[in-house]
């Protein structure tokens, strides 16, 4: 699913991940490690958010040669999600529809699902973190990428909108055959992911721990 070839990237001639040669099959990964170790940054690489030296590919589709086939793959929600404030949810939510290629009334769905009609026509500046969040997960959930990256998907989300989040996972995952990585320092529900394999960062290195 995922290929690394000669991956590294620094911050001021620092390294800060070196990846040779590994390959990430499709599922649903949790990548572990401990603050600092690179797992924002790694997340943000394979979005294509960051620069860095080697290469990534889907499949045969890899980003230095082809950037944008690439980028309509893969989709991505930060940890802390800022958008622009003068823009409502409802925009914010059809720019992406757009540049996606979302089916009709897939967002519909999806916004209706986290229970966000009452307020996804104001402004963004209105919105609070928790509300924030529960956009990023829309917007990463739309069109039709081959994997999702999730950003510490537990942070700022309540217990309800975790449900359906899991949910969205298993049922992307199983009817779609889209893969998942998702990072966080909170420990992730096996029993609601059923399968979910873990990835480990140490040392400035990749383990695939499966």
């Given amino acids: 699913m995922l290929h690394f070839s000669q991956f590294e990237k620094s911050y001021f001639d620092h ?3 070196k990846i040779d040669n590994i390959k990430i099959p499709e599922g649903i990964f949790w990548i572990k490690g401990s603050n600092g170790t690179g797992k924002s ?3 943000k690489a394979i979005a294509g958010i960051l620069s860095f030296k080697g290469d990534l590919a889907i499949g045969t589709v890899n980003l ?3 950037d944008v086939s690439y980028r309509k793959l893969v989709n991505f929600a ?3 999600p800022l958008f622009p404030e003068f823009l409502s949810g409802a925009e914010m939510i059809a ?3 757009k540049a996606k290629g979302a089916e009709a009334g897939q967002a519909e769905i999806l916004v209706a699902e986290m ?3 009452g307020y996804i026509n104001n402004p963004l500046s209105s919105y609070s973190s928790g509300m924030l969040k529960k956009l990023s997960m829309v917007l990463a959930f739309l069109g039709k990428p081959k994997l999702i990256l999730l950003d510490e998907p537990l942070n700022t989300i309540d217990a309800e909108s975790l449900e359906i989040l899991y949910s969205w996972i298993n049922k992307k995952h199983e ?8 990072s966080s320092h909170q420990p992730l529900n096996a029993l609601k992911l059923p399968g979910i394999k873990e990835i480990s960062i140490e040392d400035k ?3 695939l721990n499966f």
């Fill in 175 to 182: 009817k779609d055959k889209v893969s998942f990585l998702l």
């Fill in 115 to 117: 229970g966000m009609q």
């Fill in 15 to 17: 390294l800060v991940l």
């Fill in 95 to 97: 720019l992406f529809a």
């Fill in 41 to 43: 940054t790694l997340l």
């Fill in 205 to 207: 290195k990749l383990t």
């Fill in 78 to 80: 930060a940890a802390e």
């Fill in 64 to 66: 230095k040669n082809h």
